[in-house]
């Protein structure tokens, strides 16, 4: 893998850049479009490709449960098991791990209640609310954990995962960690990141294929020290690139100062990865602080829910209000769904349970996130980054017909 920084932008840590992988290259900042079971959700692979789409993420997790990583090898990699011929990440498992774990005692989920305080002001579920009993065990060595689909009993150790990844394939693997919650205290977090630490260092040890690009994550949780020395210690071990994963606080404003605590000691000459953050306030605010790469559930969890990206925010499409409204989500769009399809429709679908609504809303929701990152390179270019930003966000934030507080 080969990461070429082209421009730096002159009033942030911005940078625009290529990274180059053996399966082509991706612009950066740029978006990784999460196709977790080896497929984004009612999209065939040149479906997006057209959408601009360079990068996909597929779910280390899932695929080891199902279909398994011998059979995907097998069948020639995920590569072309799936039919997706471009660059692609996969994540470690360690994040599912956490999720059937301390995921589900603290009621944390990736898209609901990563950000409790937020959660509780109204931007959603989240907290303890949703408590479970949790279904994983972790321990110095690795983690016991219980299938979520048939109740079968797994062990993942760091070498399981640097395995697993190699036989799936992807140019981009991740070191197997543990995440924590935003409702840990220091002091476990402490004892996760070192866990992580000697863990990243095993999966350094073991790794072979030298055509696949393996990053380090920071974790640290919101704890200034912990995520000072946890970017040092993993930004001083020889990865290809860098990610920042685990807690990111109880609010948006901890996950800035979790960047500023983790970026400056991350080799500036390496990617910069974020994982599961993709709203478009969010896309700023990282890309400012030096952040590269992306990937989010959001934009296609959201889109299956009916709930559409436009310039003027959120828009519900089941809302009544669109029953019979002949106009499309975004006239300025030029997506599929856009260019074809009323909001009269759209609703249509969603209400009649269609297939096809999903699908029209997953295409309009990745064009409008792709696109953005590419108006994002492209003012890193021009320096023009602060206007674009001040003008997407002053949009975001203005209440419209297609995006007023009614929809929430």
């Known amino acids: 893998m080969q990461f070429d920084i082209h421009q730096s932008d002159p009033v942030s840590l911005a940078r625009r850049g290529r990274l180059t992988t053996p399966h082509g290259s991706m612009d950066t900042p740029g978006f990784t479009v ?40 097998a069948q020639g990699g995920l590569h072309r098991f799936m039919g997706w011929h471009g660059p692609m990440f996969t994540d470690s498992g360690g994040y599912q791990v ?69 036989k799936l394939g992807a140019d981009v693997v991740l070191v197997f960690d543990e995440p924590t919650s935003p409702l840990h205290d220091e002091a476990y977090t402490r004892v996760a990141l070192e866990r992580t630490h000697r863990w990243a260092e095993r999966c350094l040890a073991v790794r072979r294929r030298a055509d696949q690009a393996l990053y380090g994550i920071v974790q640290g949780g919101a704890f200034e020290g912990p995520r000072q020395e946890s ?57 400012e602080r030096g ?53 009269a429709y759209l609703r249509h679908l969603f209400v009649a349970d269609e297939l096809l609504g999903h699908v029209l809303a997953t295409m309009h929701n990745l064009h409008y996130i792709l696109g953005l990152m590419a108006a994002i390179r492209e003012a890193i270019g021009r320096a023009e980054l602060p206007r674009l930003k001040a003008e997407v966000l002053a949009g975001l934030g203005s209440a419209t017909a297609i995006g007023g507080a009614d929809d929430v």
């Open 291 to 343: 952040i590269d790469t992306f990937d989010c559930v959001a934009p296609t969890r959201l889109a299956r829910h009916g709930v559409l990206y436009t310039p003027h925010g959120k828009l519900h499409i089941t809302n009544a209000r669109y029953r019979d409204d002949g106009g499309p989500i975004d006239p300025a769009c030029s997506c599929p769904a856009c260019s074809q399809f009323s909001r």
């Open 98 to 166: 956490f999720s059937l774990g301390f995921g589900l005692e603290h009621g944390i989920g990736k898209s609901v209640g990563m950000f409790p305080d937020e959660d509780r002001a109204g931007r959603g579920g989240g907290g303890r609310g949703g408590a479970q009993g949790k279904l994983s065990r972790v321990d110095d060595d690795g983690v016991t954990f219980t299938s979520h689909i048939d109740g079968s009993t797994h062990r993942i150790t760091p070498e399981d995962s640097i395995a697993i990844q190699e």
């Open 231 to 287: 970017a040092a210690f993993i930004g001083g071990l020889p990865f290809d690139g860098f990610a920042i994963g685990g807690s990111l606080g109880t609010s948006k404003a901890a996950m800035h100062r979790v960047l500023d605590w983790s970026i400056p000691s991350l080799p500036s000459e390496r990617p910069r990865h974020m994982l599961g953050i993709g709203e478009p306030e969010d896309l700023f605010a990282c890309v």
């Open 34 to 73: 999460v196709g977790t079971q080896a497929t984004v959700k009612g999209l065939l692979p040149e479906q997006l490709e057209a959408l601009g789409a360079e990068a996909v993420l597929c779910n280390t997790y899932h695929l080891y449960l199902r279909p398994g990583p011998e059979l995907v090898a």
